[in-house]
């Protein structure tokens, strides 16, 4: 298969799920974009998914207009830059403000620290064995506490 049988079969499908959806061009970008990024993000839950995320959005969306502009060139109807520029925006908005946002919606992990003058559970004590004591975690309660007695 050819390029541009590949881009015209590429084509054929947009317009194909345009018409059943009764969706316009620019909601279909936000939509695909969105729902490949949340699909990669779910799949891919380790260290640095929200970018891998982001960027299979971004090799979609530039995947795509490479294959409309390829599609165009084969009928000579070309469109200007700017409508590709577009696409690509209405596709990468949602993904970018999710990933600018994505540490934010992701829990951190939360491990109880002991209390400093807690005993140790085994009677050792770090400083006994000649290791530095772990510094106890700051609270927010430390931080209001603080500044009242300011």
Not at 47 to 64: E, I, P, T, Y
Not at 67 to 72: G, K
Not at 101 to 118: C, F, I, K
């Amino acid at each position: 298969m050819t390029l541009i049988e590949l881009a015209s079969l590429f084509e054929a499908r947009k317009l194909g799920v345009i018409e059943s959806t009764g969706l316009d061009k620019d909601a279909l970008h936000i939509y695909f974009g969105l729902a490949l990024f949340l699909g990669v993000r779910l799949v891919w839950r380790w260290r640095g998914g929200w970018f891998v995320a982001w960027l299979a959005a971004l090799a979609m969306a530039c995947g795509g207009e490479w294959l409309d502009m390829t599609a165009e060139y084969s009928k000579s109807t070309i469109q200007p830059d700017a409508a590709h520029w577009h696409d690509i925006w209405n596709t990468m908005f949602w993904p970018t403000v999710l990933l600018l946002v994505g540490r934010w919606l992701q829990p951190g992990r939360r491990t109880p620290a002991p209390a400093a003058d807690a005993p140790e559970a085994d009677g050792f004590s770090p400083e006994i064995l000649g290791e530095e004591a772990p510094v106890p975690a700051r609270s927010g309660e430390d931080a209001e506490r603080r500044l009242e007695e300011a």
